[in-house]
């Protein structure tokens, strides 16, 4: 992914650039929306400053999923849509992770990450440190395998489904 180029480099990335001048971050500028792709170990700090920071306030965490780069390393990527009321602007980030790799839990900056966290960990498979209570959310229970990823086989159903035993 390649820097924001030109003189109107977005507010957001020009105060993280001031901010975090140790952080080693991408960005990309597509359709007047900016992705910055960031390191997991510099997640949770972006996170509370882009919420914190009187010029910034990104409130609202509008959406958190995943893609699956399968064949590719890392394997996933994780996204985060954030909206600032206020300001009315957006911004998106990106951390990539591979197979069996834990990612930050943002569930103590934007509340509403809870279920979001929660879906990605069903669908993908991904596991979020520090979640309060990571556990399916669409699937039941016993459900094997995560539906979202590349390799999941298309027919795929449950024993129960195969048995005819579902609602009694």
Same mark, same amino acid.
């Given at each position: 992914?390649?820097?924001?180029?030109?003189?109107?480099?977005?507010?957001?990335?020009?105060?993280?650039?001031?901010?975090?001048?140790?952080?080693?971050?991408? @960005?990309?500028?597509? *359709?007047?929306?900016?992705?910055?792709?960031?390191?997991?170990?510099?997640? =949770?700090?972006?996170? +509370? %400053?882009?919420?914190?920071?009187?010029?910034?306030?990104?409130? #609202?965490?509008?959406?958190?999923?995943?893609?699956?780069?399968?064949?590719? /390393?890392?394997? #996933?990527?994780?996204? %985060? /849509?954030?909206?600032?009321?206020? %300001?009315?602007?957006?911004? +998106?980030?990106? =951390?990539?992770?591979?197979?069996?790799?834990?990612?930050?839990?943002? @569930?103590?900056?934007?509340?509403?990450?809870? &279920? /979001?966290?929660?879906?990605?960990?069903?669908?993908?498979? =991904? *596991? #979020?440190?520090? /979640?309060?209570?990571?556990?399916?959310?669409?699937?039941?229970?016993? &459900?094997?395998?995560?539906?979202? +990823?590349?390799?999941?086989?298309?027919?795929?159903?449950?024993?129960? &489904?195969?048995?005819?035993?579902?609602?009694?």
């Amino acid at each position: 992914m390649g820097d924001v180029k030109g003189t109107e480099e977005n507010l957001t990335v020009s105060k993280l650039r001031e901010r975090f001048p140790d952080a080693a971050f991408s @960005t990309r500028s597509f *359709c007047n929306e900016t992705t910055l792709l960031v390191g997991s170990g510099d997640l =949770i700090r972006f996170c +509370r %400053y882009l919420r914190e920071d009187p010029g910034l306030l990104y409130d #609202f965490l509008s959406d958190l999923t995943a893609v699956d780069r399968f064949g590719d /390393h890392p394997r #996933f990527e994780v996204v %985060y /849509h954030l909206y600032s009321l206020q %300001y009315k602007s957006r911004i +998106r980030l990106k =951390i990539r992770v591979d197979e069996g790799e834990a990612v930050p839990s943002v @569930t103590a900056v934007w509340g509403t990450a809870n &279920w /979001h966290e929660r879906e990605v960990f069903d669908m993908f498979g =991904i *596991c #979020f440190d520090t /979640h309060p209570d990571l556990r399916r959310i669409l699937m039941p229970e016993g &459900w094997e395998g995560f539906p979202l +990823r590349k390799d999941y086989p298309v027919q795929a159903s449950p024993r129960w &489904w195969e048995e005819g035993t579902a609602g009694g």
